[in-house]
């Protein structure tokens, strides 16, 4: 197969390729230091970015886990300890995750091990600019997404 020529193609095939590279390596380093995956980190964190309470459909949205995944990693979490379930106060049928003391002790546990693999893994192809502007490129594709989506949302 040729090679594409489009370089908005390419760019997005560089940034797969990245992805799931970065991922993996971070997650060796993790389990190398005997931390928890990092799905429990990012969990632990949009939970605590919420003040420690989320509708656990919400908790799903904002996770970089797959939807299908994020149930399960809930139910982990809770078995775990280091969230809890309760009723939605306002909609009995709806369900909150609430973050226990020992999720967020954790979380604060995980930081550094992960911070250190971020720099290990990625940080180290980088320039402190070519960092700076691969943040100010990605926000330019994430505002509108995230608007979309959150317009979607309000509309259902």
Known sequence: MAQERDPT??????????????????????????????????????????GGRLRIGELGERLVV?????TRLIDR??????????????????????????????????????RNAILAVFGAALSTHEAETLTATLKKVIAPLREQRLNRLTAQ
Do not use: C, N
């Not at 060796?28 to 964190?45: E, H, I, K, S, T």
């Open 9 to 50: 193609i390419r760019a997005w095939s560089h940034f797969l390729g990245a992805h799931a590279l970065a991922l993996r390596a971070i997650e060796d380093r993790l389990a190398a230091a005997g931390q928890p995956p990092l799905a429990w980190y990012d969990a632990l964190l949009e939970l605590s970015r919420a």
């Open 66 to 70: 797959e939807p299908h995944s994020a």
């Open 77 to 114: 979490l809770e078995a775990e300890g280091l969230l809890r379930r309760e009723p939605a106060a306002k909609d009995r049928r709806g369900v909150v995750a609430v973050l226990t003391d020992k999720g967020a002790a954790l979380r604060k546990q995980m930081w550094p091990h992960y």
